[in-house]
């Protein structure tokens, strides 16, 4: 019986890890599957995959600070449980702060242990003095974007380009259901942080726009039931119940019917772009993790579609200028310039042709596979 040890610390994560998995499986029946991520790997492993991501999910250098020491409770617990378990594989999936130490750890502990890395740091845009240390500790890393390959590659490390797992997940999402003239989306993240600084400013933008045209309805997605109560709250205090819709889960849903939208930087922008949704992208976090992340941070957009096109096809608001009057009135305008609207869907689903063929989890599922039948 081979040994999986695999880390994913956000939902996304959850996701994408749950289908390499998957097909893992299918594969290699005679796998068992431990580690920490979100409800689908929980599922899929038979509980043996702790569910964190809501306490995991946090974002910027100030807020994982404040809880450091939780942090470093939860990695102990896991690097004494990987060291007792004696995987034949790690697979770490994205979430870079925690992942590397993890991996530097367990290198040390349990060194025949090999090391993939599915869905590549983003360290070619703010971190590139980690490709070094990565390039030691790492086996092979599986990278989504064509352009990672040759980043890590001539570095000395093992690269695969799998492709992007949202056109295998979004392919199962797709309907034919008509886009409502009407309708507003609004997407604060799946994350606490998140919300806490983005959906104020939402409900807002929101409150603007009703008064420009009374026919406007908003709908948001929680990602789970325990943010919903949260979001439910803001709704309330804000006396937007009327005309703000919550909704538990049901975001790629909203992503087809919606006029347009506004989304928290993150996966979720490629998702919108994927399903033609016309979105501007909304940025807040501690000024003093901005302002330490600009100084590391060497690329010229935040957003992955603009990144992907080399160029600002995505309006990014971000900081202060993510206010309800610099949001809402980007709004009117893409509502009321139908030529515009169209122009920027079209430039969406080009860049999301970029995201590779179909079968990303499978081909990824391959290389570790391979990894698990390694004889050092």
Same mark, same amino acid.
């Given at each position: 019986?081979?040994?999986?040890?695999?880390?994913?610390?956000?939902?996304?994560?959850?996701?994408?890890?749950?289908?390499?998995?998957?097909?893992?499986?299918?594969?290699?029946?005679?796998?068992?599957?431990?580690?920490?991520?979100?409800?689908?790997?929980?599922?899929?492993?038979?509980?043996?995959?702790?569910?964190?991501?809501?306490?995991?999910?946090?974002?910027?250098?100030?807020?994982? *600070?404040?809880? $450091?020491?939780? !942090?470093?409770? =939860? @990695?102990?617990?896991? /690097?004494? %449980? &990987?060291?007792?378990?004696?995987?034949?594989?790690?697979? *770490?999936?994205? $979430?870079?702060? !925690?992942?590397? =130490? @993890?991996?530097?750890? /367990?290198? %040390? &502990?349990?060194?025949?242990?090999?090391?993939?890395?599915?869905?590549?740091?983003?360290?070619?845009?703010?971190?590139?003095?980690?490709?070094?240390?990565?390039?030691?500790?790492?086996?092979?890393?599986?990278?989504?974007?064509?352009?990672?390959?040759?980043?890590?590659?001539?570095?000395?490390?093992?690269?695969?380009?799998?492709?992007?797992?949202?056109?295998?997940?979004?392919?199962?999402?797709?309907?034919?259901?008509?886009?409502?003239?009407?309708?507003?989306?609004?997407?604060?993240?799946?994350?606490?942080?998140?919300?806490?600084?983005?959906?104020?400013?939402?409900?807002?933008?929101?409150?603007?726009?009703?008064?420009?045209?009374?026919?406007?309805?908003?709908?948001?997605?929680?990602?789970?039931?325990?943010?919903?109560?949260?979001?439910?709250?803001?709704?309330?205090?804000?006396?937007?119940?009327?005309?703000?819709?919550?909704?538990?889960?049901?975001?790629?849903?909203?992503?087809?019917?919606?006029?347009?939208?506004?989304?928290?930087?993150?996966?979720?922008?490629?998702?919108?772009?994927?399903?033609?949704?016309?979105?501007?992208?909304?940025?807040?976090?501690?000024?003093?993790?901005?302002?330490?992340?600009?100084?590391?941070?060497?690329?010229?957009?935040?957003?992955?579609?603009?990144?992907?096109?080399?160029?600002?096809?995505?309006?990014?608001?971000?900081?202060?200028?993510?206010?309800?009057?610099?949001?809402?009135?980007?709004?009117?305008?893409?509502?009321?310039?139908?030529?515009?609207?169209?122009?920027?869907?079209?430039?969406?689903?080009?860049?999301?042709?970029?995201?590779?063929?179909?079968?990303?989890?499978?081909?990824?599922?391959?290389?570790?596979?391979?990894?698990?039948?390694?004889?050092?």
């Amino acid at each position: 019986m081979k040994r999986i040890y695999a880390i994913a610390g956000e939902m996304s994560g959850d996701a994408h890890a749950s289908g390499l998995l998957r097909e893992l499986q299918a594969i290699n029946p005679n796998i068992e599957i431990f580690g920490a991520g979100g409800p689908e790997m929980h599922a899929l492993s038979s509980g043996k995959v702790k569910n964190w991501v809501e306490d995991a999910a946090v974002m910027g250098v100030i807020e994982v *600070l404040k809880r $450091y020491s939780w !942090f470093k409770a =939860r @990695f102990h617990e896991m /690097l004494n %449980e &990987a060291k007792s378990l004696k995987p034949d594989v790690l697979l *770490l999936v994205d $979430y870079p702060g !925690f992942n590397l =130490r @993890f991996a530097k750890a /367990l290198r %040390e &502990a349990l060194p025949n242990t090999r090391q993939v890395y599915y869905i590549s740091p983003q360290v070619w845009a703010w971190n590139k003095k980690r490709i070094p240390k990565m390039v030691e500790l790492l086996d092979e890393m599986l990278c989504l974007f064509p352009f990672e390959k040759p980043i890590f590659e001539n570095a000395g490390l093992k690269t695969t380009h799998v492709g992007h797992p949202l056109v295998d997940e979004l392919a199962l999402e797709k309907t034919s259901a008509p886009r409502q003239e009407n309708l507003v989306g609004l997407f604060p993240g799946s994350r606490e942080r998140e919300i806490a600084k983005l959906f104020p400013m939402m409900i807002a933008s929101a409150k603007l726009l009703r008064a420009w045209r009374s026919d406007l309805v908003f709908v948001v997605p929680a990602a789970t039931p325990k943010l919903a109560t949260t979001m439910r709250a803001m709704i309330d205090d804000a006396a937007a119940t009327d005309w703000i819709e919550l909704r538990t889960g049901g975001s790629h849903h909203l992503m087809q019917t919606a006029a347009c939208g506004v989304i928290a930087s993150g996966t979720a922008t490629l998702e919108a772009a994927t399903f033609g949704l016309p979105y501007c992208l909304v940025y807040k976090m501690a000024w003093l993790t901005y302002f330490l992340g600009k100084l590391l941070v060497k690329i010229k957009y935040i957003g992955l579609v603009n990144i992907l096109a080399g160029k600002k096809v995505v309006e990014e608001f971000i900081q202060a200028d993510a206010s309800p009057t610099e949001v809402s009135r980007w709004i009117q305008d893409i509502l009321s310039n139908d030529q515009k609207r169209a122009a920027l869907v079209a430039q969406l689903l080009q860049v999301s042709s970029q995201l590779g063929e179909p079968g990303t989890h499978r081909r990824a599922a391959v290389r570790v596979s391979e990894w698990l039948n390694f004889k050092p």
